[in-house]
């Protein structure tokens, strides 16, 4: 024991030398940095309160008709007649929730149903769903991945990814984002025989950028005993022409040996799901933690997602005019000088850098003065330290709203400095 931790310890030492306890000392340095944001009068990017939502891209905000381009309903579907009906008719006749796990009192109809909608969807034997696609990565990882085997991952993943890795006790290795070389470099140095999970998503949701997964599943085929699994949040519904997902686009279905998925974009809802052909699978229904030891998902929200998922399956003209939007934005904001998140449009994501916080707010309150709201995005949560304004497009976005989006950003490009 060292000299100072005696002396704290000694009962006789008066009480109030005792170093001040306080656990949220660690988030001194964030609060000033906030505080110091707003007392320039700028408003609070992360506290946005929607008044009144009108359709699937518009909003009231403080009175305002805004349209939104900072949502992950890619598709559409939160305002969809079947899919309201759906929930309503749910509501009335299973109640309002379930108050209960999935393996006790907390499956309903609803729930297989919403299960069998996944299968025919992906085309899969299996699918589980959990209560938020958080809690599906949470799940999938830390049970598939145990002790003595290993995750690797993209350094870019999710956190939900991270969080699920951390919760396991399998060891931990990342590689370059979007590198097929430092991954097949990284699976190199890892024992033969140890049991590997690779972890990739299809669509990576800061940049916009997509994975180049037949060239990845290549690189995993050289090494033994690795099992994929792709995380789709943000390519279900738009890619590939069942809108599986980036992976069923690339034509790489049969190497991928989990896909996760989220309700709470494309779908329209909240929820997340694993889907799966191995033979063992409903196995993790006993085994994994975040399945297990939470409430199931309210009878309405499942009657939603499932309605939701089969009118996906034939929404070949909402993936067209979807690309469409992405295509005319991504031109548009090039054209003004905007640097963004890829070169060219790869998804329903459309990143726009900026140089620091300062620039980033003051862009992000003029565009949502001019009656436009997109996602504010600021490290951790971004890659190497930037800061980006976060456009999502949705398939009800009008031709005519995407130029009015177009209009906003040269105005409030040209007000903040951002652009020339
Ligand atoms: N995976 C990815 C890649 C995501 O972007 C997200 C949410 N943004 C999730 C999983 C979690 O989904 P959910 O909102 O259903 O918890």
Redesign the pocket.
């Known amino acids: 024991m060292s000299e100072a931790t005696a002396t704290a310890n000694d009962a006789s030492t008066p009480a109030e030398v005792a170093a001040p306890r306080d656990l949220f000392s660690k988030f001194d340095a964030l609060i000033a940095e906030r505080e110091a944001l707003l007392a320039t009068g700028v408003r609070d990017p992360f506290s946005i309160v929607m008044d009144e939502v009108k359709s699937p891209t518009v909003a009231v905000i403080k009175g305002k008709e805004t349209i939104l381009l900072g949502t ?1 309903n890619y598709m559409g579907m939160t305002f969809d007649p079947d899919v309201v009906q759906a929930g309503k008719d749910a509501l009335d006749a299973f109640g309002a929730g379930t108050t209960g796990s999935r393996v006790l009192n907390g499956t309903y109809q609803g729930h297989k149903e919403v299960e069998q909608a996944l299968i025919d969807f992906y085309g899969t034997e299996h699918a589980m769903v959990f209560s ?6 949470l799940g999938m990882i830390s049970t598939l991945a145990g002790k003595g085997d290993y995750i690797i991952l993209d350094a870019d993943s ?1 956190a ?2 991270y969080d699920g890795c951390y919760l396991g006790n399998a060891e931990i290795v990342r590689f370059r984002h979007n590198s097929v070389e430092n991954l097949d470099k990284r699976l190199g140095r890892l024992p033969a025989e140890a049991q590997k999970l690779v972890v990739l ?1 299809g669509v990576y ?1 800061m940049l916009g950028d997509v994975a180049p997964l037949p060239e990845m599943v290549a690189a995993v085929r050289k090494h033994a005993n690795c099992m994929i699994l792709v ?1 789709e ?2 390519g279900m519904g738009f890619f590939g022409p069942n809108g599986r997902g980036v992976y069923e686009e690339q034509g790489v279905e049969k190497d991928v040996d989990f896909v ?1 998925g ?4 494309s779908v329209g809802t ?3 799901f694993c889907v799966s052909n191995h033979p063992k699978f409903e196995v993790l229904r006993l085994v994994c933690r975040p399945y297990v030891f939470t409430a199931s998902l309210p009878p309405s929200v499942v009657a939603t997602a499932a309605t939701s998922i089969r009118k996906l399956m034939h929404a070949g003209d909402k993936r067209a005019h979807l690309w469409e939007n992405s295509r005319r934005l991504h031109g548009g904001l090039t054209d003004l000088g905007f640097t963004l998140g890829t070169k060219t449009p790869q998804s329903a994501i459309i990143a726009v850098i900026l140089t620091d916080q300062t620039q980033a707010v003051a862009m992000w309150q003029a565009l949502l003065e001019l009656g436009l709201y997109v996602n504010m995005a600021r490290p951790p949560a971004t890659p190497a330290g930037t800061f980006l304004l976060r456009c999502s497009l949705c398939a009800e976005h009008s031709a005519d709203q995407v130029e009015q989006i177009i209009g906003m950003f040269a105005a409030a490009g040209k007000a903040t400095g951002a652009i020339g």
């Open positions: 992950y938020t696609g958080y809690q599906a990565n999710h939900s990814i998503e949701s995380d949040a943000h996760v989220t309700f709470s974009k909240v929820g997340g």
